[in-house]
């Protein structure tokens, strides 16, 4: 059974950066895509960032300039550099994995991200 364990969320003053890491059960080559989504009350989840097995990356319009997504192969670790965070990046990300061959999506349990302004 895939796990995927989120960490490095907090309460941070807007202008400021968190790091989010997404630590894989198994070796995250085995995942087509991994990403991380965030979904703030009352909003639906969304795509920010993904990253795919061969190192291609996707950054959502509204975080560009400001978030990097990178992959750590030897801790099977996936990150997601926030930089000049604003209000509105305020909401619970999330980690996510699809499986190469089955097409599994899987999610991790969430972190939440808050923002001050």
């Known amino acids: 059974q895939v796990q995927l364990v989120e960490s490095g969320g907090g309460l941070v003053q807007a202008g400021g950066s968190l790091r989010l890491s997404c630590a894989a059960s198994?070796?995250?080559?085995?995942?087509?895509?991994m990403g991380w989504y965030r979904q703030a009350p009352g909003k639906q989840r969304e795509l920010v960032a993904s990253?795919?097995?061969?190192?291609?990356?996707n950054l959502a319009d509204s975080v560009k300039g400001r978030f990097t997504i990178s992959r750590e192969n030897a801790k099977n670790t996936v990150y997601l550099q926030m930089n000049n965070l604003k209000p509105e990046d305020t909401a619970v990300y999330y980690c996510?994995?699809?499986?190469?061959?089955?097409?599994?999506?899987?999610w991790g349990q969430g972190t939440q991200v808050t923002v001050s302004s």
């Open positions: 996510n994995a699809e499986k190469i061959f089955t097409k599994n999506i899987y």
């Open positions: 990253i795919t097995r061969t190192g291609s990356t």
């Open positions: 198994g070796s995250i080559f085995t995942f087509s895509a």
